[in-house]
């Protein structure tokens, strides 16, 4: 039992075991590596494909602004043509009322003529 021999045993274990390590260690990093190579790919492309599209997408925004703005103005436009055609048949159908009413009442005044004419043609003779 001496303890120069576990010494030495337990160095000889901790370098084995640093050594298994490493064994492992080394692929590891290098697919380490290759995922960051990978990755700074995409950022590259990231970087030179987002801007653009990021414009584009502004440029729609902006050209949907616009056209949710001509439609608005066009509902407007047509909401007035609407009010406009609703007034005009109010007003016609008022004339078609008043003219109802005029021929009527001249349809009563030429019976009323007619009888009258009719009644003294009889008395004068």
Not at 25 to 44: I, M, R, T, Y
Not at 72 to 77: A, F, N, R
Not at 95 to 120: D, M
């Amino acid at each position: 039992m001496d303890p120069l021999f576990w010494l030495g045993l337990s160095l000889c274990l901790v370098a084995m075991s640093l050594t298994a390590v490493l064994i492992v260690a080394v692929p590891a990093f290098q697919e380490l590596s290759k995922a960051a190579q990978s990755a700074q790919k995409l950022f590259d492309l990231l970087s030179r494909e987002l801007p653009p599209t990021l414009e584009a997408m502004r440029r729609t925004g902006l050209e949907l602004s616009d056209l949710t703005e001509d439609m608005s103005e066009g509902l407007e436009h047509a909401s007035h043509v609407v009010k406009q055609v609703d007034e005009s048949l109010t007003e016609v159908k008022y004339q078609v009322e008043r003219a109802n009413v005029g021929t009527k009442s001249l349809v009563v005044g030429i019976a009323a003529a007619w009888r009258s004419f009719s009644r003294g043609g009889r008395r004068r003779r």
